[in-house]
């Protein structure tokens, strides 16, 4: 395996099988060492920035904490506040940063930006989630799945239900593909995955034995999954006549105790990366429960709440797999 010492970490699709188990096995050693108290701190006098153009409260504390326990510093440059994209160009400030930090962690719309700082900063700049993918997720996600699921991860039946145009589903789908994995989106059909993206995708997939199934028929998609994944409908900025017509357009898909059932697998996971709209203690679920009469919007509640939602322990992860991204970006920690 090549080093990952400098790579930008921008899509799963820039990694070989060997190279996004390594992140997980770095990711699995870095937490139990953290558990144990003798973590080793690799990244001693190191400076990041982490660029929000977005809100975040997962992928921001991950990154923070992570570079704390690891002796790095942070800087937290928010949606307002500095001149990035306002006074200043992307590939103005990209050779500022790079001349003051050791590393980039960026937020924001664009794919395309996080490749342009990428190409004009000179350090590693590391994606925490764009419209177009939300890499990082990924690899908490299959950290958690090797912690629950008695199988490899190649051997795992995978489904993301829902919005197959999402940054979610092509996170999770480039990195199923690369594993190996049998992966299916089940959604409606306007939304299913289709572009330059999931071309690749389906490439990989040739390439390593994976299979990707597209449908929008909920019993025979769901049939022996291990894993149901579901993210948000809508997100931020979108309004309430956005809501009504993507409400009634994945109506059909909610994740509900009767589709973990029709799984046929009594042991179905159910994953979600947060936040989720399960219950109306956030004024957005308060007001859209109220408007459309749901219960839950993407999942039920007594889903999202149940023994077999693994909402929380991917959560936590995000802070060992982007620690473990972060540390191998700069050190071999295991001959630390
Ligand atoms: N899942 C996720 O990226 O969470 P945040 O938006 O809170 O970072």
């Known amino acids: ?25 770095l990711a699995a050693k870095l937490k139990a060492d953290k ?28 990154f923070e904490v992570g570079a704390a326990d690891q002796g ?16 200043e160009s992307l590939k103005d400030t990209a050779r500022v940063l790079g001349s003051m930090y050791d590393g980039i962690e960026f937020r924001g719309f664009a794919q395309e930006d996080v490749e342009e700082l990428a190409k004009y900063s000179g350090v590693p700049v590391w994606n925490g989630l764009t419209d177009m993918d939300h890499p990082t997720q990924t690899l908490a996600n299959f950290l958690t799945l090797q912690e629950n699921i008695d199988k490899p991860l190649n051997e795992i039946s995978f489904a993301y239900v829902g919005h197959g145009q999402s940054n979610m589903c092509n996170a999770l789908m480039s990195g199923a593909v690369k594993l190996g994995m049998d992966f299916r989106l089940i959604g409606p059909k306007q939304y299913h995955p289709e572009g330059a993206f999931f071309e690749e995708c389906k490439k990989v997939a040739a390439e390593t034995g994976a299979t990707i199934t597209v449908t929008d028929n909920v019993e025979e998609g769901v049939k022996g999954l291990d894993v149901i994944y579901t993210g948000v409908w809508v997100t931020m900025g979108d309004t309430y006549d956005m809501w009504k017509e993507r409400i009634n357009t994945f109506k059909p898909y909610q994740i509900t105790p009767e589709m973990m059932k029709m799984t046929g697998n009594p042991n179905v996971k159910f994953c979600h990366c947060l936040p989720a709209f399960h219950d109306t203690n956030t004024q957005v679920g308060k007001d859209i429960f109220e408007r459309f009469s749901m219960n839950g919007i993407e999942v039920t509640d007594d889903v999202f709440e149940s023994e077999a939602s693994l909402a929380f322990q991917e959560a936590e992860n995000r802070l060992h797999t982007i620690k473990a991204v972060m540390v191998a970006t700069f050190s071999d920690y295991e001959t630390l």
């Open 35 to 62: 558990k144990a108290g003798v973590e080793k701190q690799s990244m001693k006098g190191k400076n990041f920035v982490l660029i929000f153009e977005k809100d975040s409260t997962r992928t921001r504390c991950a």
């Open 1 to 25: 395996m090549k080093s990952l010492h400098n790579k930008s970490f921008l899509t799963m699709l820039d990694y070989t099988p060997e190279e996004i188990k390594y992140y997980l096995e």
């Open 72 to 87: 790095a510093h942070t800087t937290y440059l928010g949606p307002t506040g500095s001149q990035m994209n306002k006074k």
